[in-house]
């Protein structure tokens, strides 16, 4: 296995259906799912998953992380901290697509209050297939890690 085709997942305690349920479609589509994600309903906090699964992104044990909470804002923004993590919510295919094209994100957050499983699939398809398209778009990237110190 390599880091190529490894995506870590994560989630609070509230989106672990949602998360078997993209792990299971991105195994189907010839990804690992890497998922490190609670599996009983007890209360965990967010923020926790949310690093620990950017950790492994940024360390490059894993090409791509998806992460969940109830509106997908909180984790990402504990993802977010973690230096070389570009992570944006996304709740309809155009905005993952975009910032994958754009922003070169390597994280994906979905909030699961938000958007039922087959938009959160097709939000993950979109995602997966984009390509960072370089170009302009290189020098913002740029910008966005300088701010990171």
């Known amino acids: 296995m390599t880091a190529s085709n490894r995506i870590v997942l994560s989630s609070d305690h509230a989106a672990i259906p949602l998360r078997q ?10 990804w690992v ?10 209360s965990t906090p967010y923020p ?3 690093e620990a699964a950017a ?3 940024a360390s490059g044990d894993c090409r ?3 992460i969940l909470c109830g ?11 973690v230096k070389g993590i570009r992570c ?9 697509r975009m910032i994958r094209q754009h922003n070169d994100a390597n ?3 979905i909030g699961v209050r938000v958007v039922g499983e087959g938009l959160a699939l097709d939000i993950v398809d979109a995602f997966l297939s984009a390509q960072f398209e370089g170009g302009r778009h290189a020098a913002r990237v740029e910008m966005i890690g300088a701010l990171e110190g």
Not at 73 to 81: L, P, S, T, Y
């Open 71 to 81: 509106t997908g804002q909180g984790i990402m923004m504990a993802a977010n901290k």
């Open 88 to 96: 944006g919510v996304c709740a309809d295919t155009f905005s993952a």
């Open 48 to 50: 926790r998953h949310g």
């Open 21 to 30: 349920a993209i792990a299971a479609h991105i195994a189907a589509h010839g």
């Open 107 to 109: 994280m994906l957050s």
């Open 64 to 66: 791509f992380g998806i």
């Open 33 to 42: 799912a890497v998922d490190i994600g609670p599996t009983t309903p007890e």
């Open 55 to 57: 950790r492994l992104v």
